[in-house]
């Protein structure tokens, strides 16, 4: 019996991160405080920080109490922000779950929440990295560039010229990035970066803001696991960032009201959130529909692992939950499915 539990339990844990590789909206953070060494975020640079010193004398990103939204991507704004600006140390964070590339998908998503208030003018510096298996081994560079009304975004691969959207954004706004890398294993310099710039839930956009093919990629093969906040030159915007998400698909980044599930005969029955964030009991609709009768629920914490399991039911008690992300994971034979919640 034991056995069983434990690949049950390794099952259910697969099935999220392999959805969601990383999720950090900042809320348990403590406001005032440095960025590095809440959750796993670091900016010492042995490990997956990119600063140049590390200790109480190095100052880097500061958590602050800040309110950014966007409709469907997060269920309700968020109490905490990275407070960005130039100069500093530049802090990382490790994914929840490594992704090797192409071998396990040859796409991955990044995607949070900006409001810029001032994009210096001259040359731009990298204000994002996404890294492979170390602090110099580059995918991914995101830029915000100055621009008459506000600025642009782009960015380039390993190495290239930047390229940026032609659409200028204006300042002191709430805009969601969704970045898109894609693997081809055609040559070293034929992988797609597309970037996109406020885009809706409902499908992936047919075009990009900004797209780059040109320019070197940084291996054939390789495993995207951190992402760095690059704050240590003069060209980085001073803006507010949070609700940072990694996933290998698009539709993972979006939170919708429903959890839908689709069986092998391609019926679909639906399970919904009554209240989120949640306080002591996660209440759930259960569609009349849905054969609940050997479905089980199991609640899975942001590093992928499982708080608790049981029987499917309308009323989950979450009292003994910290405050935090978590995912609800539904298992009801053919029907497998998880959705986002919060924890007050």
């Excluded at 100069?87 to 994914?95: F, I, S, W, Y």
């Excluded at 980044?253 to 391609?266: K, Y």
């Excluded at 992300?325 to 986002?340: A, D």
Aim: hydrophobic share 35%; glycine share 8%; net charge positive.
């Amino acid at each position: 019996m034991k056995k069983i539990s434990t690949l049950l339990l390794l099952g259910a844990i697969s099935l999220i991160q392999a959805q969601i590789l990383f999720s950090d909206d900042l809320a348990s953070y403590t406001a005032g405080q440095l960025l590095s060494s809440q959750g796993t975020w670091t900016n010492n640079s042995s490990t997956y920080g990119g600063g140049t010193c590390a200790g109480s004398g190095c100052t880097n990103t500061t958590v602050m109490a800040g309110a950014l939204n966007y409709t469907n991507y997060i269920s309700s704004a968020t109490t905490n922000v990275a407070a960005i600006k130039p100069n500093q140390d530049a802090v990382g964070t490790p994914l929840t779950t490594p992704l090797i590339m192409p071998a396990t998908s040859s796409t991955i998503y990044y995607s949070f929440l900006i409001n810029a208030s001032v994009v210096p003018t001259g040359t731009p510096g990298d204000v994002l990295r996404a890294l492979a298996g170390g602090n110099f081994n580059t995918v991914i560079r995101m830029q915000l560039k100055n621009a008459a009304g506000g600025f642009t975004i782009g960015g380039s691969k390993n190495s290239g010229t930047n390229v940026y959207s032609s659409t200028v954004y204006p300042l002191n706004t709430t805009h969601l990035i969704v970045i898109k890398y894609t693997v081809n294993s055609g040559s070293t310099s034929d992988d797609v970066l597309k970037f996109y710039v406020n885009p809706t839930a409902a499908a992936e956009p047919a075009t990009a803001d900004a797209t780059i093919s040109a320019g070197s990629d940084y291996a054939a093969t390789f495993t995207m696991d951190r992402f760095l906040l690059r704050t240590n030159t003069a060209g980085v915007p001073t803006m507010s960032a949070g609700a940072f998400k990694v996933a290998q698909t698009y539709s993972d980044l979006f939170v919708s009201g429903t959890l839908a599930t689709n069986n092998s005969a391609q019926t679909t029955k639906s399970i919904s959130i009554k209240e989120n964030p949640v306080t002591d009991y996660l209440k759930l609709n259960i569609d009349k529909t849905f054969d609940s009768k050997n479905a089980t629920v199991s609640i899975v914490d942001a590093s992928g692992r499982v708080v608790r399991s049981e029987g499917l039911s309308e009323n989950i008690n979450v009292k003994s939950l910290k405050a935090g992300v978590y995912f609800v994971q539904i298992n009801g034979g053919n029907n497998k499915s998880s959705l986002r919640f919060i924890k007050k």
